[in-house]
């Protein structure tokens, strides 16, 4: 939401002709943790910016910030660096309005810098999303040594396989409104009933399993 309101990594948004404040966004406050925000030793953040994904990993104790992006090793451009200096910026504020400390006091909170970590990402042109969301539960931040984090990268048919297993959940969660209405008009999905068999771990489906129109 912030980023659509300073879509190049303005301080001063061009829509609203302010500098970004968490109070400026209601609707999501109710979902920041102030706890977590401020006794986690790392916090996780994903990005998406011009249909890309990318994940922020933010180290509390030291002040440090890493990106982790499944297709580029180094910003890929200068208007990427000036985005990823306001989300640094974002982050700071949120951290900050949940009763922690900066990760950078005065104007050099707007100075924050972010190292990108060499890591084995994508194959496709449309799979951030997945490895953001695998990292998220795999990454173990201990493990980034000189700026690298080695591991063993999955096949293609893997991800896949973690698309439609994503694309599962959100369908079956209780918190999707449409889910019921979904599954009712779906001519692939015939269900008496919301159900949560497509995540059992002993049905097993991939791409090739759905058709899209």
């Not at 509390?60 to 580029?72: E, G």
């Amino acid at each position: 939401m912030a980023l659509s309101d300073h879509p190049k990594g303005e301080f001063v948004s061009p829509k609203t002709e302010k500098e970004f404040r968490v109070e400026a966004y209601p609707s999501f406050i109710p979902f920041i943790d102030r706890k977590k925000l401020t006794s986690h030793p790392y916090i996780f953040a994903p990005v998406c910016h011009m249909g890309h994904w990318w994940l922020w990993l933010i180290n509390t104790t030291k002040q440090k910030c890493h990106i982790l992006d499944p297709l580029h090793k180094r910003a890929p451009s200068d208007k990427r660096k000036q985005v990823n200096k306001f989300t640094g910026y974002v982050f700071s504020r949120l951290i900050t309005y949940a009763g922690g400390e900066p990760l950078q006091k005065g104007e050099n909170e707007k100075k924050i810098k972010s190292s990108y970590v060499k890591i084995s990402g994508q194959k496709t042109s449309y799979d951030c999303a997945i490895y953001v969301m695998k990292w998220m539960e795999l990454i173990e931040p201990e493990n980034i040594k000189k700026g690298k984090y080695e591991w063993d990268n999955w096949p293609q048919e893997e991800v896949d396989h973690y698309r439609v297993e994503y694309a599962s959940r959100i369908l079956l969660s209780e918190m999707n409104k449409e889910r019921d209405r979904a599954i009712r008009e779906s001519s692939a999905i015939r269900l008496s009933k919301p159900s949560s068999v497509l995540l059992s771990p002993f049905c097993q489906i991939d791409s090739a399993d759905i058709e899209t129109a």
